[in-house]
């Protein structure tokens, strides 16, 4: 019994998602970094199917555990979302190199470390997603790391394609072009769809990146 894995499972987007797939019955692996978040985002699911493991996204060893014992549950995810960010306001001259690195590594590394641990079993079976929540259409001087990172985003799920993409992985970002809030433009509910849309387009229709504007 295959499902989704959601890695950032926190209130916004990442819970939306959860849902979203929930809607349609499959099972779930939540992910996050405190016992807390999972077990609400575990609480505001349907009657599916729910693993949670806690897990910090820049630690290489923890979260390719909490992959592993989630496949333990459900076998090779359908689905793995990416929804872990460092989101905050700096200056190009404003941090240090250790600033930036730290940044990367939730903001890529994690997202790295996640498709190359699930990746290659759902390339041997044939069939897998593998989303990441990207931002930021253009850079801003104001969020330097933020920039960075969502750029390099657009870059893994090139190189994910290159690998992956023949062998039937579909990897695609989500640009949010806003503040999340429900209510507005930008209500993780309707961000959401993104996600559930190009996780079931088929192979001629595959999207590289979905963009959520006002």
């Known amino acids: 019994m295959a499902g989704a894995v959601i890695i950032g499972v926190g209130p916004g987007i990442g819970q939306a998602v959860a849902r ?7 099972p779930l692996g939540l992910v996050a970094r405190s016992e807390e978040t999972v077990r609400a985002a ?6 599916v199917p729910v693993v949670t493991r806690t897990a910090d996204a820049t630690d290489d060893v923890g979260l390719r555990s909490a992959l592993d014992e989630i496949a333990g549950k459900f076998g090779t995810p359908d689905v793995v979302v990416y929804n872990a960010a460092l989101i905050r306001p700096d200056e190009p001259a ?18 790295l470390t996640a498709a190359a641990h699930v990746a290659p079993a ?14 930021m259409p ?5 969020y330097t790391s933020l920039s960075l990172g969502k750029a390099g985003v657009r870059t893994l799920v090139a190189l994910l394609d290159q690998k992956y993409g023949p062998s039937g992985v ?6 949010v072009a806003g503040p999340v809030a429900p209510g507005t433009d930008f209500d993780p509910d309707d961000i ?14 595959w999207e590289s ?5 006002p």
């Open 20 to 26: 979203r797939f929930a809607r349609e019955g499959l």
């Open 42 to 47: 575990a609480g505001a699911i349907g009657e």
């Open 94 to 111: 404003e941090l240090s190199l250790q600033g930036h690195m730290d940044a990367w590594a939730v903001n890529v590394g994690g997202a």
């Open 122 to 135: 759902m390339a041997e079976r044939g069939r897998g997603t593998f989303l990441i929540t990207g931002g």
């Open 138 to 142: 253009e850079p801003k001087h104001q």
């Open 170 to 175: 579909h990897a695609a970002s989500i640009t």
């Open 192 to 205: 959401a769809e993104h996600y559930w849309r190009l996780h079931t387009q088929e192979p001629h229709e």
């Open 209 to 213: 990146e979905a963009y959520h504007g």
